[in-house]
């Protein structure tokens, strides 16, 4: 074996202990653990394939798997489409471009913790600013975290405000690889401003969009804190999501192995999502 190879393993080997040691046996213990039935103190007991059985046969489950859906529909296509649109803005001429672009993205620097208590101050009944606006426009309304049918869309104007800046970079990043001399070969065969954005802009940026798309759905999928510092799953269940279903079952009830079996049901939607993703970043990549 060649000095150099030995040197590169001897480099690699710090990153490599902490991967299997934090990774790859978690995920394989895990693996192992949802075909036992195991309360975190006694004796793990071994019962096939009952954990599966009785997920699937879990109204609870179900209902949240339904409302991390609900979520990520909520704020997927709004944050993707948005994301663009101000990447669009910040990517022009416009007077103190910098500093706009550093007002998007302050937000997504804010712990979650700082976000979600300033956003469940604002939906505060009577005395929040939000409550207040709509007093003011004639609507009395209050209670939009207390409400099922406000409580998501809630908890999804949150999350849009706090990480919009992410996927504004991101397009920002995509559209500075995009040569001037493309726009300006436009600019004389008579195209417009929108018709740029249409035929030049959305189709060089199909690698952006792929990876913008299935990042934030990810993500989305993955909605947990905000919904716990805020809702805790309320009211009625209506913002119980599967992270924190999982959480739930697992560190609450001590039902190890059945939450192991929904996180393995989970891991494999991320699993097929990620493959989605690589499938379409090498498509677009070879046109």
Same mark, same amino acid.
């Given at each position: 074996?060649?000095?150099?190879?030995?040197?590169?393993?001897?480099?690699?080997?710090?990153?490599?202990?902490?991967?299997?040691?934090?990774?790859?046996?978690?995920?394989?213990?895990? @693996? $192992?653990?949802? @075909?036992?039935?195991?309360?975190?103190?006694?004796?793990?007991?071994?019962? &096939?394939?009952?954990?599966?059985?009785?997920?699937?046969?879990?109204?609870?489950?179900?209902?949240?798997?339904?409302?991390? #859906?609900?979520?990520?529909?909520? *704020?997927?296509?709004?944050?993707?489409?948005?994301?663009?649109?101000? !990447?669009?803005?910040?990517?022009?001429?416009?007077?103190?471009? $910098?500093?706009?672009?550093?007002?998007?993205?302050?937000?997504?620097?804010?712990?979650?913790?700082?976000?979600?208590?300033?956003? =469940?101050?604002?939906?505060?009944?009577?005395?929040?600013?939000?409550?207040?606006? %709509?007093?003011?426009?004639?609507?009395?309304? /209050?209670?939009?975290?207390?409400?099922?049918?406000?409580?998501?869309?809630?908890?999804?104007?949150? *999350?849009?405000?706090?990480?919009?800046?992410?996927?504004?970079?991101?397009?920002?990043?995509?559209?500075?690889? #995009?040569?001037?001399?493309?726009?300006?070969?436009?600019?004389?065969?008579?195209?417009?401003?929108?018709?740029?954005?249409? @035929?030049?802009?959305?189709?060089?940026?199909? $690698?952006?969009? =792929?990876?913008?798309?299935?990042?934030? *759905?990810? =993500?989305? +999928?993955?909605?947990?804190?905000?919904?716990?510092?805020?809702? &805790? &799953?309320?009211?009625?269940?209506? *913002?119980?999501?599967?992270?924190?279903?999982?959480?739930?079952?697992?560190?609450?009830?001590? $039902?190890?192995?059945? !939450?192991?079996?929904?996180? +393995?049901? %989970? %891991? !494999?939607?991320?699993?097929?999502?990620?493959?989605?993703? #690589?499938?379409?970043?090498?498509? /677009?990549? &070879?046109?």
């Amino acid at each position: 074996m060649k000095k150099n190879s030995i040197k590169g393993y001897l480099f690699f080997l710090p990153f490599g202990v902490l991967y299997g040691l934090f990774l790859i046996y978690p995920l394989i213990n895990g @693996f $192992r653990m949802s @075909f036992f039935d195991w309360d975190l103190f006694g004796e793990p007991q071994f019962i &096939g394939l009952q954990n599966f059985s009785k997920m699937f046969n879990d109204p609870t489950f179900w209902s949240s798997l339904w409302h991390t #859906i609900y979520f990520v529909i909520l *704020t997927v296509p709004i944050l993707v489409i948005l994301g663009f649109l101000m !990447a669009l803005l910040l990517n022009s001429k416009i007077y103190m471009k $910098r500093l706009f672009r550093m007002l998007f993205f302050f937000p997504y620097v804010l712990s979650i913790t700082i976000v979600c208590s300033i956003w =469940a101050f604002l939906y505060q009944p009577h005395f929040g600013i939000i409550d207040k606006i %709509f007093e003011i426009i004639g609507i009395n309304y /209050t209670g939009w975290l207390l409400d099922p049918k406000t409580a998501m869309p809630a908890i999804a104007l949150t *999350t849009i405000w706090w990480t919009l800046g992410f996927n504004v970079i991101l397009y920002l990043a995509g559209l500075q690889e #995009i040569s001037d001399s493309v726009y300006e070969a436009a600019t004389i065969d008579g195209a417009n401003s929108f018709q740029k954005t249409i @035929f030049i802009t959305i189709p060089l940026l199909k $690698r952006t969009h =792929a990876l913008v798309l299935v990042l934030q *759905t990810i =993500a989305s +999928l993955q909605i947990f804190g905000q919904v716990y510092i805020m809702t &805790g &799953g309320g009211p009625q269940g209506s *913002t119980r999501v599967l992270i924190q279903y999982i959480y739930d079952q697992g560190f609450r009830y001590f $039902r190890m192995g059945y !939450a192991q079996a929904m996180a +393995l049901f %989970f %891991f !494999a939607i991320m699993f097929v999502i990620a493959f989605i993703q #690589i499938r379409l970043t090498l498509r /677009t990549g &070879g046109e």
